[in-house]
Every structure is written in structure tokens, then in C-alpha cells.
């Protein structure tokens, strides 16, 4: 048993889709239409959050949502395209673990600090999954078999500055494992690797697999919590197989900087009254998602938090100096 808990934490998440609202009931928002970017690829885990959150945020806010995939550079773009839209509250980004890991890992020209945290809305579990046809049955498979087979085994991840492939790498460093761990632009790619058997296993959240898990196309191997998830009571967490690994992923939005007032207060009213929508709880519950509210000044720190810990996390699998 190893001796210590690796916690890492990220922000990811945002509002997507397009919902048209009703001219009665539209609050006093400065924007019909918003626009809500995010690196993930269609069918992704963010990506699919977003389209379910909307139909409730859609009504409530009185605003028309369009979301913008734009993928590669491991979201230096998405971030990008945010940090140079007027400060309006026309357009925000969808914050994922990639806005922070990426610029401490390659120093693009709008990194994280470009942006202004907004809310931050859930936390979200991390879970080990493979093909239902690979020999694993648990975590400590799979990490015994690239153990036993240096260089051979093959680990996915989302994009390259992402919390899912630190959590591997840290997995690779803990256990002395040596497979190698493959970052994809998103998990739809991912998934498809998986399944064929491209990886022995992926790292990502429940809602991205749900269609998979469904049809039994794929086994999940563990949870990265530090306590089993109540939808799958009988999935062990890493920590109970022996890996010391907890893996604590939040979703936000964050918009460019000096956001006016009013805008800032308009989302900080509209979170928590979708969050209590009866329709909408029984989305997320079903999807393990778990209610984190915060405004802008919590989310502010939880953000500087988490970079702090990152640096230090990418310090000691010597990735950054």
C-alpha cells in the first residue's frame, strides 16, 4: 500500500447548446444570444454536460446559448478565443482541467490568468475503465500487467495539458509502472481506442462512457474519489486497490477579464436556482455529478488553489522545473 494521496483538482464545465426563450420571460440580461466556448470535441464529457445544462440555464437567464467546439492546442485556442472577446458577458469559456495544465506546460500566449473565474458549479468523478473483452478485472490489473510488460502497456487520456493525464502519469510514478500514456483532443476519441484495443484502459468521467456502459461495450476498473459513488456502490476506489490516488475534478466558467457587475450577478443568481430545479437534480444525480456552488470570489481562490497545486504536482513527475 502506497503511503500517500495524491490529490489533484480542476475546473472544467460550461452551458451549451442553443434554447430559445421566451420574450416574457426574459430577465434583465445585457445579451439575447452568449456564447459559450470550450476545447472539448462533440460528444465529450464536457461537451455533453453542457447540451443537458442548458435546456434549465436557457429559461432561467432569459438567453439564447450557442456553444463553440474549438479543438487542438489542448484549449490554448478556446482560451484564446475568450480572452480577446469583449468583456461584455457575451462569451465565456467552458473551464476544463486543460486551461491551467496547459499553460504551465507550454506558456501559450493567453493562459489561464488571461481569463477571470466566473461560478463554479459541480464536482465531478473521475473513473479507470477498459473493454469489456480485456483480461482486467480491477486497477491492480491493469497496473500489474504494464508493470510486468514495461513500455508496452498503453494508457488513455484526454489533451496532452489535461488533469486525466497528470492523474496517469501520477499513477505511472506511484506504482512504477511504465506504460505510456496517450493524450487524444477529447474521450469520444478516446473511447474509440478503447474499444478497439488501441489502450488497455482510459481515464474519464461517467457521463462519457454512459452510452457505452449501457450496452456493455465497456468494464469500469475503478473510481478516482476518495470514497466509492453511489451509482456504482460496488466499484472500488483506487485507494482500495493498493494506488493512493484521488482525483477531485470541479466544472466553472471563467469570461475575460473585468467583467461588469451586473453580468457577474446574473450568474451567480441563476446557478443555484437551476442546481434546485427538481428536473435538472435528477440529471446530474444520475450522472454523479456533485452540486459545488461557488461565486466568483470563492472561485477566484479555488482556481489559484488549484494552479499552485498543479505547479507543484508537474514539479515532481519533472515536468516543469
Do not use: C
Request: charged residues 20%.
Amino acid at each position: 500500500m502506497l503511503k500517500h494521496t495524491k490529490t489533484i483538482m480542476v475546473a472544467v464545465a460550461a452551458f451549451a447548446a442553443t434554447a430559445a426563450v421566451p420574450a416574457a420571460a426574459q430577465p434583465k440580461y445585457p445579451h439575447s444570444t452568449v456564447t459559450l466556448v470550450t476545447h472539448s470535441s462533440p460528444g465529450s464529457g464536457s461537451d455533453v454536460f453542457l447540451r443537458e445544462m442548458i435546456k434549465y440555464l436557457g429559461p432561467e437567464m432569459g438567453v439564447n446559448f450557442v456553444v463553440e467546439n474549438i479543438r487542438g492546442g489542448g484549449g490554448a485556442g478556446a482560451v484564446a478565443r475568450v480572452a480577446k472577446a469583449p468583456s461584455d458577458g457575451s462569451m465565456f469559456y467552458a473551464t476544463t482541467p486543460t486551461y491551467i495544465q496547459t499553460t504551465l506546460l507550454s506558456k501559450p500566449e493567453f493562459g489561464y490568468d488571461a481569463l477571470d473565474p466566473l461560478v463554479t458549479v459541480f464536482l465531478d468523478p473521475e473513473v479507470i475503465y477498459t473493454r469489456t473483452e480485456a483480461p482486467f478485472r480491477s486497477l491492480t490489473d491493469a497496473v500489474n500487467h504494464a508493470k510486468q510488460n514495461p513500455g508496452r502497456g498503453k494508457w488513455g487520456a484526454a489533451s496532452p495539458g489535461s488533469l486525466e493525464r497528470i492523474a496517469l502519469e501520477t499513477m505511472n510514478r506511484m506504482t512504477g509502472a511504465r506504460a505510456a500514456v496517450v493524450p487524444h483532443d477529447g474521450g469520444g476519441d478516446m473511447i474509440i481506442n478503447i474499444l478497439n484495443g488501441t489502450l488497455d484502459i482510459g481515464v474519464g468521467e461517467i457521463q462519457e462512457i454512459s452510452t457505452q456502459l449501457q450496452t456493455n461495450k465497456v468494464r469500469l476498473l475503478g473510481v478516482l474519489t476518495d470514497k466509492r459513488i453511489d451509482q456504482f456502490p460496488t466499484l472500488p476506489t483506487a485507494k482500495e486497490q493498493g494506488i493512493n490516488l484521488v482525483v477531485t475534478k470541479f466544472r466553472g466558467l471563467a469570461g475575460p477579464k473585468n467583467l461588469p457587475a451586473n453580468v457577474v450577478a446574473a450568474w451567480e443568481a441563476a446557478m443555484p436556482k437551476i442546481l434546485a430545479n427538481p428536473a435538472y437534480k435528477k440529471y446530474y444525480e444520475a450522472e454523479n455529478l456533485v452540486p459545488e456552488f461557488r461565486g466568483q470570489k470563492d472561485s477566484r481562490e479555488l482556481t489559484a488553489a488549484f494552479a499552485n497545486d498543479t505547479a507543484k504536482s508537474l514539479r515532481e513527475l519533472g515536468v516543469i522545473k
